[in-house]
């Protein structure tokens, strides 16, 4: 699973955020690309600081998609060991599902409150 999520991100250049960039050192020109679907594509002259305050969030943004990769890859494991494996626990199956909606519901909570305050960051 994990393969075909950077598969999918290398292909498309994929993160949460939604914004991608492309940065010109010599003419100090960067194209700014917002949107999933519908991009909408910003091309402006920039001071390096304001670059380094463009691409700091983004790359964030970037390295957190890659970390959520292996985490979602990790939870689709233990959901299928959890329930179509012999590895299936006998005893206090209950509990076991309960911890593991707890980690997963905190997981996506976490996720989504990071990828919002790096949206703000983006947005400000």
Do not use: C
């Not at 939604?18 to 910003?42: A, L, R, T």
């Not at 985490?71 to 689709?76: G, P, R």
């Not at 509990?95 to 949206?119: K, N």
Request: glycine share 2%; hydrophobic share 55%; charged share 20%.
């Amino acid at each position: 699973m994990a393969g075909l999520l950077l598969l999918f991100t290398k292909q498309t250049n994929f993160n949460l955020s939604g914004v991608h960039y492309q940065f010109d050192e010599e003419k100090m020109m960067m194209i700014i690309e917002e949107g999933f679907w519908d991009k909408e594509v910003v091309e402006r002259q920039v001071t390096a600081h304001e670059a380094l305050k463009i691409m700091v969030p983004i790359n964030e943004a970037k390295r957190l998609w890659e970390v959520n990769i292996y985490l979602i890859s990790l939870f689709a494991a233990v959901f299928i060991a959890l329930f179509f494996t012999p590895l299936k626990p006998k005893k206090h199956f209950s509990w076991y599902v309960v911890l593991y909606l707890i980690l997963l519901v905190s997981f996506m909570i976490w996720d989504v409150a990071r990828h919002q305050e790096i949206a703000k960051t983006l947005l400000s």
